[in-house]
């Protein structure tokens, strides 16, 4: 009887610690901080980050390793510090294909420096082109949205047109200003988990992949 | 002489009588949530504020009598054993009646207040509704409400199903809320108007608003929605006047002439349902 006390006590003990250890790796795990670097050109810091398709075979920073080299992802980390009462410009180098918004008014930029964001994107003819932009002109043709939604800030993201070149990433740019330190949500708003129930799982609900931490400090 | 037990109930019911008159100034002195900032919300607050004061006598009564039965009815250095207990009809009958009467009292003005904030009825004749040549005559006004993973956004079909980031309303106005979601389960809660209703897809779930006043309010998700459904609030929902809402949604279907939405529906499907492989 003792011993099957100590039988039960003992694997009670090891369930519990097995689940609170999973709770707090789970509460604890963030991708790794990716910190703004002073700007080259013009005023304030800049961060440059890379969407992909799949994580697993990302042009500038593929994650070979990854759980889940199949995701959709932003490259190289989604936590990123900033400084407070700073302009900051945010460079994408976005790589992924067309998947469409489910709500196309994210198609329209907002929140950002004069209201427009500059892109490097190819025409339906696989041509290279380049402009200044307030919104996206079709919202089917958004890969992605970079969403700070409690800075105001949404930016669509274009997907790379099919006759592109193998290879080809739309490049877009864009700044917003940061106010008083703290942590801010960002996000993807385009429904974009492939193979998950309306595209909202996977890479859309995890750390790492379609969202993360703006640290502003 | 008086018996014991006439003296313990009648010590009890000065203390009872006493106490409950306490609680009760105190407990009207709080202000209830959600506030007055609409007419549901208020009547919300005064519900509560209503039962907090019934419950107070009940409250009082059984926590006094508890401390009371312990202490004076406190067993002594010998160990006897008290009379045989059969039950008393009339007590019996006192607390069911009492306990009846309290709670379809309670029903019966929750229902009524219940009825009332959803009434389509009272929803004439105010000033936006009448004033307004968008809303039409004994209109209220329209607002739809569309969750999505993970930002409410909304929208204005009496004027031209605009959408905006923020919910702005007019004061004085009779509000019909329309509330639904394009992807998942999410749930939209005004906090200081009172209003809380599911946002479900393909689903046009519609709650009433009356303004009464002015000022700022808290819009959160109220159903776990994923990863950043703690992130899903807005602090700058808007109770403006009349004339602030007119300019401000002038300014908006300005500002928003060029952005795409989809046509205006009463709710939307998501789809597909699974994308890509």
């Known amino acids: 009887m003792g011993a099957r006390l100590v039988v039960v006590l003992l694997a009670t003990a090891a369930l519990a610690a097995l689940v609170a250890g999973f709770v707090i790796g789970f509460a604890l795990r963030f991708p790794e901080p990716l910190a703004a670097t002073p700007a080259q050109a013009g005023p304030g810091f800049s961060v440059q980050l890379e969407t992909v398709a799949a994580v697993g075979t990302a042009i500038e920073n593929p994650r070979p390793d990854d759980p889940h080299p199949t995701w959709v992802g932003y490259l190289p980390t989604t936590t990123l510090t900033v400084p407070a009462n700073s302009l900051i410009t945010i460079t994408i180098h976005q790589e992924d ?49 970079f969403a ?28 917003f200003r940061t106010g008083a330190p703290g942590v801010f949500h960002w996000q993807c708003f385009v429904p974009c988990g492939s193979g998950t129930i309306y595209g909202n799982g996977g890479p859309m609900q995890t750390l790492g992949y379609m969202g993360g931490f703006l640290v502003v400090q | ?17 006493v106490l409950s008159v306490i609680g009760i100034v105190a407990v009207m002195q709080i202000q209830f949530p959600p506030g007055d900032q609409s007419r549901q919300a208020a009547d919300q607050s005064s519900l509560l504020s209503l039962m907090a004061v019934l419950s107070t006598p009940v409250f009082v009564g059984v926590v006094l009598f508890l401390i009371y039965a312990a202490l004076a009815f406190r067993r002594g250095k010998v160990l006897e054993d008290g009379p045989p207990s059969y039950g008393n009809i009339r007590v019996q009958v006192a607390w069911i009646a009492i306990t009846a009467v309290v709670v379809f009292f309670l029903a019966g003005i ?6 009332s904030a959803s009434s389509s009825t009272d929803f004439s004749g105010t000033q936006l509704g009448t004033s307004s040549p968008v809303g039409g005559a ?29 919910l702005v309303l007019p004061v004085d106005a009779n509000v019909e809320i329309h509330v639904t979601s394009t ?14 209703a599911d946002a479900n897809p393909g689903v046009d779930n519609i709650a009433y608003v009356t303004t009464t006043h002015t000022g700022s309010f808290t819009v959160r998700c109220a ?23 007119a300019t401000w949604v002038a300014q908006l279907q300005k500002d928003e002439k060029d952005t795409p939405v989809p046509p205006y529906a009463p709710a939307y499907f998501p789809s597909p349902r699974v994308k890509g492989s």
């Open chain 1, 97 to 145: 294909t067309p998947s469409g918004l489910r709500n196309p008014y994210w198609a329209t930029a907002r929140g950002i420096e004069g209201g427009t964001f500059h892109m490097t994107y190819f025409d339906d003819k696989g041509n290279p082109q380049e402009g200044d932009f307030s919104a996206i002109t079709d919202p089917a043709n958004a890969a992605h949205t």
């Open chain 1, 148 to 175: 700070i939604p409690d800075l105001g800030v949404f930016v669509p993201l274009e997907g790379v047109n099919a006759n592109a070149p193998p290879n080809s990433m739309n490049v877009i740019s864009f700044s």
């Open chain 2, 1 to 17: 002489m008086r018996s014991p037990n006439r003296t313990h109930a009648l010590r009890l019911l000065v203390a009872w009588a």
């Open chain 2, 110 to 115: 929750g229902i009524t207040q219940l009825a």
């Open chain 2, 138 to 166: 004994g209109q209220a006004l329209q607002v739809q409400v569309i969750g999505q993973q993970w930002y409410f956004t909304y929208r204005y079909p009496d004027f031209g199903g605009v959408e905006s980031l923020h």
């Open chain 2, 183 to 196: 992807d998942i389960l999410h749930s939209f809660w005004a906090y200081q108007l009172g209003v809380k």
């Open chain 2, 223 to 245: 159903e776990l929605c994923g990863i950043w459904h703690g992130n899903m609030s807005d602090t700058s929902g808007k109770v403006v006047s009349q004339s602030d809402f």
